[in-house]
């Protein structure tokens, strides 16, 4: 049986090799998660347009099938839901779909926005939201290649069998589990509207069974779209709109439509601009108070109806007041404070800013911009809360590493009346505004300082002085018997075996001659350049151990890189690994334990690490796919793996190629 199946999960995924003129990115933005069911309340595409999420509203909505799911996806069968307990698995912020046949070949093509979750049930904190394309061909009439034309990309399918199905499906922004903005980079948008002929004008919103509410189309209607992003296809029968769903095949062989259906609610309210609050910090002395409002606010792009021109992007006119925002007791949005005074901001480009001096420090600001569009265009006002803290000035943060090493921060916060207290995050307090860590064998790159009055900085550590070591080192097996930390320098030149940023935190290096070798890691702050494999360098750094156990060099500087060649591998059995740590070597054996972390594979030895999963060498998958069974030979850098209180012995292969 032949099948292809295409499944991409992640956000930044690409699509398959042989997917050609595919569209991608094309959603704008999405908007902010209701609490009442976890998931984001609108998606908009990059003309502006902005679907709701699709929780029907009433019985009508539901039975008449307005958002592509029906009574029976419904535990009750009856609208509108409650969550969890009364919530369908799946919603819809918008589909399209059409199907044709061909005698016994029936083609579909599934296009969406659709918003489920990891485990198929409502369960909270298990919501996603993804983009899907789904291609399905059944009973394919020839042996060969067929192309397949959608709104979204051409896509190309090699080596099909006749009588067997085509299925791919590309779900893009699946992984992202609580950051919805994965289905934003999917091959979804701008959303299809409906058109009188393929890529023509917009067809204007339709009323349904909520009143008040609109939508992009009646849920019976099959026909013409409009909004692929794509220019016009080269087909073997000519020039086509891009708006199709069109299958070719071997022998001439040929389906296509232009009938799609269509569901999706159109969000009509204001829409907030792109705006975000930098700092809103007060400075308290005996003899003044001062309140600071820093934002950032972006060009954004306003909603629109079908059948409206794309608008222009706006900026946020801005102002605050000294106080939390109002609650509107109808609706429960935010409001401008009763009684307190519009304070305007200035801006210069993207930054705005403003300054008032209140009598009392307020807990929070209203923000309030004034130029709120809805999907009509007509203007609004919105408001929305921002915490008031104190701001933390950091006037040092230097570390000496001579005589054990020493980290000294020196900050203090703009409430000079309350006296905050001022803590170094992950050390302790400052006292009198300053704390000395010592020992400390090295820093982190950069520090920050908490209040707790709520306000916080970040400086970047600064050291210019040179740390004394053992010096030159001229051979990696004299590393192992070391006092760690220790400054060194590899003065002969090592041989780089593996950099794969997706599997290593760093890279390893080896003795041309593989008598020894060592994981080598950036030191924080550290500007490494990039390292390929079979380079000739040396290095400086810092010798420690990192969290799983394993002999590491924390490089501060490369002091000489060359191109060289790449070594060959070192091929042991499992009892001759255990003293292979940081060379690339080669094993080989049947796999005993699998599972989509790791795989054990046993030369026969028996080998047992201690952690009663498997015997032989645990193989680290890191995502690269791997077989369940059989014999294996892996290529990859021997360490180890701290589990629990054990270290035990692994390879991290590099790349998919080193399992076969």
């Excluded at 934003?184 to 069974?209: C, D, M």
């Excluded at 792009?301 to 509107?328: C, E, H, K, Q, T």
Aim: net charge negative.
């Amino acid at each position: 049986m032949k099948k292809q199946i295409v499944v991409i999960l992640a956000a930044a995924a690409v699509l398959m090799a042989l997917s050609l003129s595919a569209a991608i990115a094309e959603l704008e933005r999405v908007g902010p998660v209701d609490p009442e069911h976890g998931y984001p309340m609108w998606y908009q595409d990059k003309t502006g347009l902005t679907l709701e999420f699709g929780a029907p509203l009433n019985q009508a909505e539901l039975d008449g099938g307005w958002l592509s799911i029906a009574s029976a996806d419904v535990p009750s069968g009856t609208a509108p839901e409650t969550f969890p307990d009364n919530f369908a698995g799946e919603h819809f912020y918008w589909t399209a779909g059409c199907r044709v046949r061909q005698g016994n070949v029936d083609a579909r093509l599934i296009l969406a926005l659709e918003a489920a979750f990891a485990t198929e049930e409502p369960v909270p904190g298990d919501q996603i939201v993804f983009g899907r394309i789904r291609i399905r061909i059944d009973d394919l009439p020839f042996d060969g290649t067929y192309t397949v034309y959608t709104p979204y990309g051409m896509r190309v399918y090699e080596n099909q069998v006749a009588g067997e199905r085509l299925i791919a499906t590309e779900d893009v922004g699946i992984c992202t589990f609580g950051l919805f903005e994965g289905a934003l980079k999917s091959g979804v948008g701008p959303f299809l509207l409906p058109s009188n002929i393929p890529g023509g004008p917009e067809l204007p919103p339709v009323t349904g069974p909520v009143p008040g509410k609109l939508y992009i189309a009646d849920p019976a209607r099959s026909g013409p779209v409009t909004g692929s992003p794509l220019p016009n296809y080269m087909t073997s029968a000519g020039v086509r709109n891009p708006n199709i769903f069109r299958v070719e095949g071997p022998n001439g062989f040929v389906l296509e439509t232009v009938n799609f259906a269509l569901t999706g609610r159109i969000y009509t309210d204001p829409l907030p601009n792109l705006i975000e609050v930098d700092r809103a910090s007060y400075t308290q002395t005996a003899s003044l108070l001062r309140l600071d409002v820093f934002t950032t606010g972006l060009p954004t792009l306003p909603s629109r109806l079908p059948g409206a021109p794309i608008p222009s992007r706006i900026m946020p006119v801005l102002s605050f007041y000294n106080a939390p925002p109002g609650v509107d007791p109808v609706t429960g949005d935010p409001t401008a404070p009763t009684g307190e005074t519009e304070i305007p901001m200035f801006n210069a480009g993207n930054s705005y800013w403003a300054q008032s001096q209140p009598l009392s420090v307020p807990t929070q600001v209203t923000i309030k911009d004034s130029n709120a569009r809805d999907a009509t265009g007509q203007l609004f006002s919105l408001y929305f809360g921002a915490d008031v803290t104190d701001h933390i000035d950091i006037t040092q943060a230097f570390y000496d590493p001579t005589n054990g090493g020493s980290l000294t921060v020196t900050a203090q916060s703009s409430d000079e009346v309350s006296l905050p207290t001022l803590t170094l995050e992950g050390f302790g307090d400052l006292t009198g505004g300053q704390i000395v860590i010592t020992p400390l064998a090295a820093p982190p790159e950069k520090v920050r300082v908490l209040s707790s009055a709520n306000g916080s900085n970040e400086m970047e550590v600064r050291t210019d002085i040179v740390i004394p070591g053992s010096g030159d080192v001229e051979r990696i097996g004299e590393l192992r018997n070391m006092t760690l930390p220790q400054s060194i320098h590899i003065t002969s030149p090592k041989s780089a075996t593996s950099n794969n940023p997706g599997i290593f935190e760093g890279f390893y290096i080896e003795e041309p001659d593989r008598a020894a070798g060592i994981k080598v890691i950036p030191a924080s702050g550290s500007i490494i350049p990039g390292v390929a494999e079979g380079d000739e360098l040396t290095l400086m750094g810092i010798l420690n151990k990192d969290a799983n156990e394993e002999l590491c060099i924390f490089a501060n500087s490369i002091r000489s890189q060359v191109p060289g060649n790449s070594l060959d591998t070192l091929g042991v059995n499992s009892k001759a690994f255990l003293n292979t740590e940081g060379l690339l070597v080669t094993i080989w054996g049947n796999i005993n334990t699998a599972n989509p972390n790791y795989i054990y594979v046993d030369d026969g030895s028996g080998l047992d690490d201690g952690t009663g999963n498997g015997t032989g060498i645990r193989v680290v998958l890191n995502g690269i796919s791997a077989p369940t069974s059989g014999f294996v030979i892996v290529t990859g850098v021997s360490g180890k793996l701290k589990e629990g209180d054990v270290v035990l012995p692994v390879i991290r292969p590099r790349f998919p190629t080193d399992i076969r």
